[in-house]
């Protein structure tokens, strides 16, 4: 006898994801791109009015274009009169927040339709600012009401961290991975050709993705080598090993409680429950961290969710782990338990060998970045993953900020073990961790816990953090040649300098 289902057990009963790149197609606006998502996504449901019944209308924050109110926007596109509409605000991690959140609402009957979309049209719009036009595309009057916000507003980073150059992610994630790498004891041209062989991975991934913006497979050495079409960004990272926003993509994903997708047609082999879903937020700046290489949030939070779903990290089938630049996908990883920490040999990371991919889409090199809105398509293939694999589970996670805000969700064909969906936020226990304070003041001697180096027609300073006698961070740079050369070919982490009062860091001689 067939296992009876809770009538408001929540399941993504569709999933769509549009893509413009051709420049003779007329380029679409991000409200357009995100409502087309959502009626690609009715259409894969198979059932019917489920967008102009939905209960919310959920938009992730679009930075291509502004709206007033975006939700609105989209909801009058596809017909909607939802009772609630929202919009997030900046952040990878929303999406997945959003959508953990509204499959709570649906299992506590607080709704029984949920539309989650996003688009940007960033390469329409910075094609047409390089030419000195504004796009033609649809304005809200001042008098429309603002939608409901969602997320944390607070600034990523402080004045102090703002100053010193600890501020955009094409600099601090490559601190992460250094910090990460000297953590695994891995020589510098082994840990490159480890990260190169994971994003050539990634790329292998995107050549089979109908949606993928980039589809041509690359190797290791395509990827980790500077070159004229792959300039280096911030050392480790060459271009093609961050994230590429000049996109226009849209996803959408709806989500109903049973009983509202039976109401609306939609065939049973459409269905995928969301089992389990976590959200959690690490020390906000990352001068407080404990280290540069690792999440306690996500770790926490995956171990909650694994736990509600009642599963292990064995258990996942199919993998997307949002993956802006390889520090991420490194340390998302280890957090979660996917791979063992001290595995250095390159296989268990998604490289030649690996038998458990970290991504379904090929990641936001090559699938494509559309800044807060990759976890809404990671999510959207992970759909149709599962769906041809009945039965198998699949994990999907997403990150904001400095590997800040994380949000982790598990779904499968099959319904929740428990019969219900569950969703945790164990704040207070990440909050409670132990912290580092960081002295901006201190002059003397320090001892180098990682270092970058930031380019642009060529090497431009290096990008250090330290660590004082009593333990403070300290941050600082150098535009030294030879120390700039050192931290791109020799381990420093953990050589001794001398940091002056304006931040210059030295080397002590004998390092």
């Known amino acids: ?34 409502a087309e998502a959502l009626r690609r996504a009715e259409i894969d449901s198979g059932g019917t009015g489920l967008l102009t019944g939905a209960d919310q209308v959920l938009t992730v924050s679009e930075l291509s274009w502004r709206y007033r109110n975006a939700a609105l926007a989209v909801a009058e596109r596809i017909g909607a009169s939802p009772r609630r509409l929202a919009t997030s ?109 994971l994003w050539s991975a990634f790329s292998d991934v995107a050549s089979t993705n109908p949606n993928a913006w980039l589809r041509t497979p690359l190797s290791s050495s395509e990827i980790t080598t500077a070159s004229a079409e792959n300039r280096m960004i911030s050392w480790p990272y060459t271009k093609r090993l961050c994230s590429n926003s000049q996109v226009d993509q849209g996803a959408a994903v709806i989500i109903t409680s049973v009983a509202a997708a039976e109401r609306a047609g939609v065939p049973r082999d459409r269905w995928v429950f969301l089992h389990a879903g976590a959200e959690a937020i690490d020390h906000w700046n990352v001068s407080n961290r404990v280290d540069l290489c690792s999440s306690p949030a996500l770790r926490t939070a995956g171990r909650d969710a694994f736990s509600l779903a009642g599963i292990t990290a064995d258990d996942i089938a199919h993998i997307d782990l949002y993956s802006c630049f390889p520090a991420a996908v490194q340390i998302g990883a280890i957090e979660l338990g996917l791979i063992p920490a001290e595995d250095t040999n390159g296989a268990g990371w998604g490289g030649v060998g690996s038998t458990r991919p970290l991504t379904v889409t090929g990641g936001m090199t090559f699938a494509g970045g559309p800044l807060n809105n990759y976890p809404t398509h ?65 002059t003397g001697a320090v001892v180098i816990e990682s270092a970058t180096v930031v380019f642009e027609d060529g090497p431009t300073h290096a990008l250090v953090a330290t660590r004082t006698s009593d333990g403070q961070r300290s941050w600082g740079m150098s535009n030294d040649a030879d120390f700039m050369n050192a931290a791109m070919t020799t381990e420093l982490v953990g050589a001794r300098a001398q940091r002056s009062a304006n931040g210059t860091i030295a080397l002590d001689e004998g390092n």
């Open 1 to 34: 006898m067939a296992l009876e289902l809770d009538p408001r057990l929540p399941i993504i009963v569709g999933a769509g994801q549009i893509m413009i790149r051709d420049a003779a197609t007329e380029p679409l606006e991000p409200a357009e791109l995100m």
């Open 89 to 197: 605000v900046v952040g990878g991690n929303l999406a997945g927040v959003m959508v953990a959140r509204a499959a709570a609402d649906i299992q506590a009957g607080a709704a029984e339709v949920i539309a989650i979309t996003g688009g940007e049209a960033t390469r329409t719009r910075s094609r047409l600012r390089k030419a000195g036009l504004e796009p033609e595309w649809s304005t809200q009057s001042d008098s429309i009401e603002s939608p409901e916000s969602i997320g944390d507003l607070r600034p990523l980073v402080n004045d102090m961290e703002n100053a010193r150059g600890v501020r955009l992610p094409v600099h601090v994630y490559p601190l992460f991975e250094v910090a990460l790498r000297a953590r695994l004891g891995l020589s510098v041209d082994r840990h490159i050709e480890r990260i190169g062989s």
């Open 378 to 442: 990671g999510l959207a293939t992970m759909v149709e993953t599962l769906r041809n694999d009945a039965g198998s589970i699949g994990l999907c996670t997403a990150n904001g900020g400095y590997t800040t805000e994380h949000a982790v969700l598990l779904a499968s064909t099959e319904p929740p073990a428990s019969g219900a969906y569950r969703h945790s936020n164990p704040q207070a226990e990440v909050d409670a961790l132990p912290r580092v304070e960081c002295d901006d003041t201190w």
